[in-house]
């Protein structure tokens, strides 16, 4: 069983347009939440994260949405740029005490492709 | 700065070998992981240290696999009587402490014949 899902393999945007990334959770347990970018033959790149706190978290063209009550969280980017084109990952943890509070359960990831 | 370093990039070996991947983690970071990951899939978490004790092992697949952080910096992953099944891209991550962002390496891509 999934905990952290993301239904999209695959989106493709215009250039300068928004792209809107999705990711459910199912562990009502966890309490933070990160994105990350990869490339090819790279490692994860670190993002953006936001804490169960908060519903909003902002840097630059990227923003984080959270709604707990759904357990969905969302990642914008506005303007997309063709450097955007990657598979984006969607990460939880249990931030609190206990076994489990540092280990990442990733979703399987949505291909991000943003045409010229 | 210098990121999280894996080493060998790729590993090309036989069932049955003995592997070992290094990992060299951001300098100043007390918290260590390794992950899994196999093609289509996100990362899967195997081990998490915190200084030179591995914390969290509960993501090892079987006893095969073993990991070790002896100074509290470099760690080593080491899997024994390798298996096909065993071939994917392993990844460290490094972090200042625990619940902050992971940041991780390129990853070693081994391939079991």
């Given at each position: 069983?999934?905990?952290v899902k993301q239904n999209s393999?695959?989106?493709?945007?215009?250039?300068?347009?928004?792209?809107?990334?999705n990711c459910?959770?199912?562990?009502?347990?966890?309490?933070?939440?990160?994105?990350?970018?990869?490339?090819?033959?790279?490692?994860?790149?670190?993002?953006?994260?936001?804490?169960?706190?908060?519903?909003?978290?902002?840097?630059?063209?990227?923003?984080?949405?959270?709604?707990?009550?759904?357990?969905?969280?969302?990642?914008?980017?506005?303007?997309?740029?063709?450097?955007?084109?990657?598979?984006?990952?969607c990460?939880?943890?249990?931030?609190?005490?206990?076994?489990?509070?540092?280990?990442?359960?990733?979703g399987k990831g949505t291909?991000?492709?943003?045409?010229? | 700065?210098?990121?999280?370093?894996?080493?060998?990039?790729?590993?090309?070996?036989?069932?049955?070998?003995?592997?070992?991947?290094?990992?060299?983690?951001?300098?100043?970071?007390?918290?260590?992981?390794?992950?899994?990951?196999?093609?289509?899939?996100?990362?899967?978490?195997?081990?998490?240290?915190?200084?030179?004790?591995?914390?969290?092992?509960?993501?090892?697949?079987?006893?095969?696999?073993?990991?070790?952080?002896?100074?509290?910096?470099?760690?080593?992953?080491?899997?024994?009587?390798?298996?096909?099944?065993?071939?994917?891209?392993?990844?460290?991550?490094?972090?200042?402490?625990?619940?902050?962002?992971?940041?991780?390496?390129?990853?070693?891509?081994?391939?079991?014949?």
């Amino acid at each position: 069983d999934q905990q952290v899902k993301q239904n999209s393999p695959s989106l493709s945007v215009q250039e300068g347009r928004i792209s809107i990334l999705n990711c459910d959770y199912t562990n009502s347990m966890f309490d933070y939440f990160l994105w990350y970018k990869k490339y090819p033959a790279e490692g994860p790149t670190f993002l953006i994260s936001i804490s169960s706190i908060k519903d909003k978290n902002e840097d630059g063209r990227f923003t984080v949405f959270l709604n707990k009550s759904a357990k969905h969280l969302s990642l914008h980017i506005v303007p997309s740029q063709p450097g955007d084109s990657a598979v984006y990952f969607c990460a939880a943890s249990g931030s609190g005490s206990g076994a489990g509070s540092y280990q990442l359960t990733f979703g399987k990831g949505t291909k991000l492709s943003v045409i010229p | 700065g210098a990121g999280v370093s894996q080493t060998p990039s790729n590993k090309v070996t036989e069932k049955g070998k003995y592997v070992e991947l290094r990992c060299d983690p951001i300098s100043g970071h007390t918290a260590l992981y390794w992950y899994r990951q196999s093609l289509g899939q996100g990362p899967e978490f195997l081990i998490y240290f915190q200084g030179t004790g591995a914390a969290d092992d509960s993501g090892l697949p079987n006893d095969r696999f073993f990991a070790v952080r002896p100074e509290g910096s470099v760690s080593t992953l080491k899997i024994q009587r390798t298996e096909r099944g065993d071939s994917a891209v392993y990844l460290c991550a490094s972090s200042p402490g625990p619940n902050q962002p992971q940041h991780f390496g390129d990853g070693t891509r081994l391939s079991i014949l």
